[in-house]
């Protein structure tokens, strides 16, 4: 890719790349993503993300074959 580029995501598909993340790094069983907001200050945009630790998530790590 060359030049400037643009990805835009819609909110399922943030939430599905931060629960792939979360999994991937989290070295425990991650919280499951529930929601992701966008917020901008005029100067810089970011994610709000909202977690729930609390939630029966199987670790997607266990192969259960």
Do not use: H, Q, R
């Given at each position: 890719m060359r030049g400037s580029n643009e990805?835009?995501?819609?909110?399922?598909?943030?939430i599905e790349a931060v629960q792939?993340?979360?999994d991937f790094k989290m070295v425990r069983q991650?919280?499951?993503v529930t929601g992701v907001n966008t917020n901008?200050?005029?100067?810089s945009k970011t994610f709000e993300?909202?977690?729930d630790?609390?939630?029966?998530r199987t670790d997607p790590r266990q192969n259960t074959a």
């Open positions: 990805l835009i995501l819609n909110e399922a598909t943030m792939f993340w979360l991650a919280p499951k901008s200050d005029g100067y993300v909202k977690l630790a609390d939630a029966d």
